[in-house]
C-alpha cells in the first residue's frame, strides 16, 4: 500500500504521533519507519490527494508538531512511496545526507516575511522624486489621458522604477533581519508583494528577529507592509546550498 | 511576541497551522524535500499557485493601469519624499505592535483573497 510521507528524522525524536491525523478524508492515523538511527513519519496514502485546505493544513498541523519537539526534514506536500519499504531504502541510502541536514537544522526555525507596497504610496513617492516621470504624468493628464500609446509607455517606465524599488527595499528588509538569520532564501513569488523571503533562524534570536520585523514596520509605515510567519518547519533550508538573497 | 497575519484559528489542532496557513501555502506546495525515487502526486491547480510576479506584471495591462493610477493621484501636497531610515544595525525596542499588527491584518487578508480563489475549500467538488 503506497504510504504518503511528511518527513524525516531522528529515531530519538519523541514521534509523539497519537493525536495527530494525516491527510485525506478518511484522516489516517501515522506511524514512524524506522532504519538505522534515522525515522520517517507516513500514513496510508489517500486516493486522489488534492491541495483541499482541511489536507494543506493537516500536512502542515503534523510538521509544525514534529518540528516544535525536534529537527524535522519535511518533505513536499504530496510525497508518496510505493510502500513502507520503499520509504526504509530511501532512509538507508540518504543516511548520511539525512543526518548532516537534521544536524545542521537542529534548534532552527523557518520564518517568512513577506512585503506589500502600498501602492499609491509608492507611485507618489516615484513621481515625486523623478522629475521625468512627474513631467510625463502631468503631460498625459494634460492631454486628457493621452493616446493608448503614449500611456503604454509611460506606464512601462513606471513599472521599470517599481521594479527598482522592489529590489532595493527587499535588499533593505533583508539587511536588516539578516544578523538575526543562519541562512535566508528567496520563497517563490506571491502576487502582490513585492518581496518573500524565508529566514532560518536560531529558535532563541526569535525574539530579536520580532523585534526587528516591529522596527522595520515603522519604519516603513504609510509605504510598506511587512507580514512574518510564526515560527515553520524549514521548507527552505532542505539542501546544503548556501545562496543568500 | 508571534507576529502573525491572523490569531491562530481556534481549535485548529493546538497549532497555528490554519490560521497562518494563506500565508505559508506556497512554501507547503513548493518547497520541502523532494525524493525522486517518490512519487509526487500531480495535483491539479499546483502551479496556478505560484506565480511568477515578474511574467505577471510585465504587461500591456499593467503599463495602462500604472499610468492610470499614476494620473488619478493627487501630488500637490507638497509630499515628502519617503526616505527609508538607516535602520540596519541600529534594531531597538520600541511600542509600535499595537498599530504594526493591524496593518499586518490588513495584507493578510489581500493575500487571502488571492489565494481562495486558487485552493479548492472543503465541501465544494473540483476535478
Given at each position: 500500500m503506497p504510504s504518503y510521507v511528511y518527513c524525516f528524522t531522528h529515531a530519538q525524536h519523541p514521534l509523539a504521533l497519537d493525536d495527530l491525523r494525516g491527510v485525506g478524508a478518511e484522516e489516517p492515523v501515522l506511524r514512524a519507519v524506522r532504519h538505522n538511527g534515522l525515522a520517517a513519519v507516513v500514513s496510508n496514502a489517500p486516493e486522489g490527494?488534492?491541495?483541499?485546505r482541511r489536507d494543506l493544513v493537516a500536512h502542515e498541523t503534523v510538521l509544525e508538531t514534529l518540528c516544535a519537539a525536534g529537527p524535522i526534514v519535511p518533505l513536499r506536500f504530496g510525497t508518496v512511496a510505493p510502500d513502507d519499504d520503499a520509504v526504509a531504502a530511501e532512509l538507508a541510502r540518504g543516511a548520511r545526507r539525512y543526518t548532516e541536514l537534521l544536524t545542521r537544522l537542529a534548534g532552527n526555525v523557518e520564518r517568512n516575511v513577506k512585503g506589500t507596497h502600498q501602492e499609491d504610496a509608492l507611485l507618489a513617492d516615484l513621481l515625486t522624486g523623478n522629475p521625468q516621470l512627474r513631467a510625463a504624468n502631468q503631460a498625459l493628464r494634460t492631454a486628457g489621458g493621452g493616446s493608448e500609446s503614449d500611456r503604454i509607455a509611460f506606464g512601462e517606465q513606471v513599472y521599470l522604477a517599481v521594479e527598482q524599488r522592489r529590489i532595493r527595499d527587499t535588499a533593505y528588509v533583508v539587511a536588516a533581519l539578516r544578523p538575526f538569520a543562519e541562512l535566508d532564501r528567496h520563497a517563490p513569488a506571491v502576487e502582490g508583494c513585492f518581496m518573500n523571503v524565508s529566514f532560518l533562524i536560531p529558535t532563541d534570536a526569535q525574539d530579536d528577529f520580532d523585534a526587528a520585523v516591529v522596527q522595520l514596520l515603522t519604519a516603513m509605515e504609510g509605504y510598506a507592509e511587512l507580514r512574518a510567519s510564526a515560527a515553520l518547519p524549514p521548507y527552505s533550508f532542505v539542501d546544503f546550498a548556501e545562496a543568500r538573497v | 511576541m508571534t507576529i502573525m497575519a491572523q490569531p491562530p484559528a481556534a481549535g485548529?489542532?493546538?497549532?497555528s497551522a490554519a490560521g497562518a496557513l494563506y500565508d505559508v501555502i506556497e512554501l507547503i506546495l513548493d518547497r520541502g524535500l523532494v525524493i525522486d525515487v517518490f512519487v509526487r502526486v500531480s495535483i491539479v491547480g499546483i502551479e496556478l499557485l505560484t506565480i511568477d510576479a515578474r511574467v505577471v506584471v510585465a504587461s500591456i495591462d499593467t503599463y495602462l493601469r500604472f499610468a492610470e493610477r499614476c494620473g488619478r493621484l493627487d501630488l500637490t501636497g507638497g509630499r515628502q519624499p519617503v526616505g527609508l531610515p538607516a535602520i540596519v544595525g541600529q534594531i531597538t525596542e520600541n511600542s509600535a505592535e499595537r498599530k504594526v499588527r493591524g496593518a499586518i491584518a490588513g495584507a493578510g487578508r489581500a493575500i487571502a483573497d488571492t489565494i481562495q480563489d486558487i485552493v479548492t475549500p472543503d465541501g465544494r467538488g473540483s476535478n
Amino acid at each position: 500500500m503506497p504510504s504518503y510521507v511528511y518527513c524525516f528524522t531522528h529515531a530519538q525524536h519523541p514521534l509523539a504521533l497519537d493525536d495527530l491525523r494525516g491527510v485525506g478524508a478518511e484522516e489516517p492515523v501515522l506511524r514512524a519507519v524506522r532504519h538505522n538511527g534515522l525515522a520517517a513519519v507516513v500514513s496510508n496514502a489517500p486516493e486522489g490527494l488534492r491541495p483541499k485546505r482541511r489536507d494543506l493544513v493537516a500536512h502542515e498541523t503534523v510538521l509544525e508538531t514534529l518540528c516544535a519537539a525536534g529537527p524535522i526534514v519535511p518533505l513536499r506536500f504530496g510525497t508518496v512511496a510505493p510502500d513502507d519499504d520503499a520509504v526504509a531504502a530511501e532512509l538507508a541510502r540518504g543516511a548520511r545526507r539525512y543526518t548532516e541536514l537534521l544536524t545542521r537544522l537542529a534548534g532552527n526555525v523557518e520564518r517568512n516575511v513577506k512585503g506589500t507596497h502600498q501602492e499609491d504610496a509608492l507611485l507618489a513617492d516615484l513621481l515625486t522624486g523623478n522629475p521625468q516621470l512627474r513631467a510625463a504624468n502631468q503631460a498625459l493628464r494634460t492631454a486628457g489621458g493621452g493616446s493608448e500609446s503614449d500611456r503604454i509607455a509611460f506606464g512601462e517606465q513606471v513599472y521599470l522604477a517599481v521594479e527598482q524599488r522592489r529590489i532595493r527595499d527587499t535588499a533593505y528588509v533583508v539587511a536588516a533581519l539578516r544578523p538575526f538569520a543562519e541562512l535566508d532564501r528567496h520563497a517563490p513569488a506571491v502576487e502582490g508583494c513585492f518581496m518573500n523571503v524565508s529566514f532560518l533562524i536560531p529558535t532563541d534570536a526569535q525574539d530579536d528577529f520580532d523585534a526587528a520585523v516591529v522596527q522595520l514596520l515603522t519604519a516603513m509605515e504609510g509605504y510598506a507592509e511587512l507580514r512574518a510567519s510564526a515560527a515553520l518547519p524549514p521548507y527552505s533550508f532542505v539542501d546544503f546550498a548556501e545562496a543568500r538573497v | 511576541m508571534t507576529i502573525m497575519a491572523q490569531p491562530p484559528a481556534a481549535g485548529a489542532g493546538g497549532g497555528s497551522a490554519a490560521g497562518a496557513l494563506y500565508d505559508v501555502i506556497e512554501l507547503i506546495l513548493d518547497r520541502g524535500l523532494v525524493i525522486d525515487v517518490f512519487v509526487r502526486v500531480s495535483i491539479v491547480g499546483i502551479e496556478l499557485l505560484t506565480i511568477d510576479a515578474r511574467v505577471v506584471v510585465a504587461s500591456i495591462d499593467t503599463y495602462l493601469r500604472f499610468a492610470e493610477r499614476c494620473g488619478r493621484l493627487d501630488l500637490t501636497g507638497g509630499r515628502q519624499p519617503v526616505g527609508l531610515p538607516a535602520i540596519v544595525g541600529q534594531i531597538t525596542e520600541n511600542s509600535a505592535e499595537r498599530k504594526v499588527r493591524g496593518a499586518i491584518a490588513g495584507a493578510g487578508r489581500a493575500i487571502a483573497d488571492t489565494i481562495q480563489d486558487i485552493v479548492t475549500p472543503d465541501g465544494r467538488g473540483s476535478n
